[in-house]
């Protein structure tokens, strides 16, 4: 086989890292005690900043139609097709194995021990839809499941969905026409959106946040293939940099407040899509940033585990709860912030290297056989 076309983002895997944070602090801090729920902290961290990981979740979903799009668009430019039988390989190696293998936790594992520690398991998930990458699907219509684990899957299933679909409008639609495709799926994201504004789970359904996607996407387009836009990223105004990160702490303290009313939800994707895809493009592209996120090693390699990171910190913080539940140490503010915050995320890191070293690892030298561009 010929040299593979290299191409590397040495920031990626610091923001994915960012990213899950988001999420990991979203699912944290749970607790029945009704003295550290009226705490001050509690109502700025856990209430205001973290209610969901709605922010972190969004930033994934950019960055993966950023990613996937500047591949296929890549792999296009160098070979003149897409190979949508080793993209779906690719994915399908990266992708399913974690994926079942919490599946199979949740569903299996999950009840036993809860049973075990004396609780009635009660899972309202369908196990077809789950197994078909259907979850999003599944909550919107059956609720939360009672496995945290598995309601953590549905934005891996929402993402899943996209690599079904992407490549293939790469396929058929001639390459002179590709600039439209991400502005069609924002639209009709868009329209979904007006005409579904008023469903609380919009952010749940797949034609709802499509638009990060489509975004990150055409991110991806215009850094390729238009080199006006190119030039403006590269030489990117640091007072605009700036506004960017301002803007990220904005959207995590006044969320709710910024899209309350019916046509900010609407706009609610494309806005928050627009600033992370800028994020993206500065952190890769621009010449005077203020900083390089690949430049903080240790967060750049964490950022390597994070799909474990995503898929394992549910089982991490439900290990952390039930020890510290039964050892009566997580009845206090203190114990909340010095023991179970950080061992749930010291958990996270060792199952999320576990997975990847002695799991993950094996299926994605398969994927490398099937790539036509490295990312390394």
């Not at 080793?86 to 599946?103: A, C, G, M, T």
């Not at 999003?136 to 684990?149: E, L, Q, T």
């Not at 394992?312 to 915050?341: D, P, V």
Request: aromatic share 18%; glycine share 4%.
């Amino acid at each position: 086989m010929t040299q593979k076309n290299k191409i590397f983002f040495p920031n990626l895997d610091g923001l994915r890292f960012f990213s899950f944070l988001l999420v990991f602090f979203a699912h944290s801090f749970s607790t029945e005690n009704e003295l550290i729920k009226q705490a001050t902290w509690y109502k700025i961290i856990k209430i205001r900043m973290f209610s969901d990981g709605d922010i972190g979740v969004s930033f994934f979903f950019v960055l993966s139609g950023f990613l996937i799009s500047f591949l296929l668009l890549k792999e296009n430019e160098y070979t003149n097709k897409i190979h949508i039988r080793s993209f779906y390989i690719r994915r399908l190696l990266r992708i399913w194995p974690l994926y079942y293998f919490v599946v199979f936790f949740g569903f299996i594992i999950f009840p036993i021990l809860k049973s075990y520690f004396g609780q009635t398991p009660n899972e309202t998930a369908n196990p077809v839809l789950c197994s078909l990458f259907l979850n999003n699907f599944d909550r919107i219509y059956n609720g939360s499941p009672d496995a945290s684990i598995i309601a953590i899957l549905w934005s891996v299933a929402i993402e899943e969905q996209f690599y079904l679909i992407w490549p293939i409008l790469f396929l058929i639609i001639p390459k002179k026409y590709f600039g439209f495709i991400f502005i069609i799926v924002l639209l009709l994201s868009t329209l979904f959106r007006i005409f579904f504004v008023h469903l609380t789970n919009i952010d749940l359904h797949t034609f709802g946040v499509i638009t990060d996607m489509a975004i990150g996407g055409l991110g991806a387009y215009l850094i390729i293939n238009n080199i006006k836009f190119q030039n403006k990223i590269e030489t990117f105004p640091r007072k605009i940099i700036v506004l960017l990160y301002i803007l990220i702490l904005v959207y995590i303290f006044f969320k709710n407040e910024i899209f309350a009313s019916s046509i900010m939800q609407i706009l609610k994707r494309i806005i928050m899509g627009s600033t992370f895809v800028l994020i993206i493009l500065e952190q890769n592209f621009a010449k005077e940033s203020l900083f390089k996120v690949g430049n903080f090693k240790i967060i750049s390699k964490l950022g390597k585990y994070t799909y474990g990171l995503y898929c394992l910190h549910g089982i991490a913080i439900l290990i952390s709860i039930t020890i510290l539940n039964k050892l009566s140490l997580n009845q206090n503010s203190l114990q909340i912030w010095l023991i179970e915050l950080p061992l749930s995320f010291i958990l996270s890191i060792i199952f999320s290297w576990v997975s990847y070293h002695y799991f993950e690892s094996f299926f994605l030298k398969l994927k490398d056989k099937f790539s036509y561009i490295s990312k390394d």
